[in-house]
């Protein structure tokens, strides 16, 4: 999994430097009371509202291992175009912290409101938990965990110091997560 992790790396990075020159997405964190300290801490970055931004970053735009990352799209007439346009992004890790899935929240009234990356050799929805990474000591600290709904519940959470909350990526939630939090605490 090793240049899936790489390519989710730089994308990550990518995305993080892109929101330091979108006003509008600073604006639409601001606005939902994200501090700039809070937007890094959870990685939270912005993907260009352009088809193929990506490019800039990844030479070889037209390597498999970005198409099996979920970071682009191939359609039915062959052209290749990234997944995540004109969105805030936040970065999905596993519990060891590695980026493995991305998601985006559009900063107007488009549709879909939000979007995943797809299933991947690295994601599986049903296996992960939004914040559970930053989440792990807080909740063992505090004794519980907090199941929000969306990703910026959780991070609305963090920025008035609850830490201990994660989300169940717009899935309802497994067995497996609620297995995942019973080895963090009892108290769900």
Request: glycine letters at 10%; charged letters at 25%.
């Amino acid at each position: 999994h090793a240049p899936l992790v790489a390519a989710m790396n730089t994308a990550a990075t990518f995305y993080r430097e892109q929101l330091r020159h979108s006003r509008s997405a600073i604006d639409y964190l601001k606005r939902r009371g994200v501090s700039g300290e809070i937007a890094a801490r959870f990685g939270i970055g912005y993907a260009p509202d352009e088809w193929q931004a990506l490019q800039k970053v990844f030479p070889e735009y037209s390597a498999r291992n970005l198409l099996d990352a979920g970071l682009v799209i191939d359609n039915d007439q062959g052209r290749r175009y990234d997944r995540f346009r004109g969105r805030i992004i936040f970065p999905i890790h596993d519990r060891r912290g590695r980026i493995i899935a991305f998601g985006g929240r559009v900063l107007d009234s488009g549709e879909p409101k939000y979007l995943n990356s797809p299933e991947t050799p690295l994601f599986e929805k049903g296996r992960e938990l939004y914040g559970l990474f930053l989440a792990q000591k807080p909740i063992r600290d505090s004794g519980f965990a907090l199941v929000a709904e969306g990703y910026m519940d959780v991070v609305a959470l963090a920025q008035y110091g609850i830490h201990n909350a994660v989300d169940a990526l717009g899935t309802a939630t497994t067995p497996h997560h609620i297995n995942t939090l019973l080895r963090q605490t009892n108290r769900i």
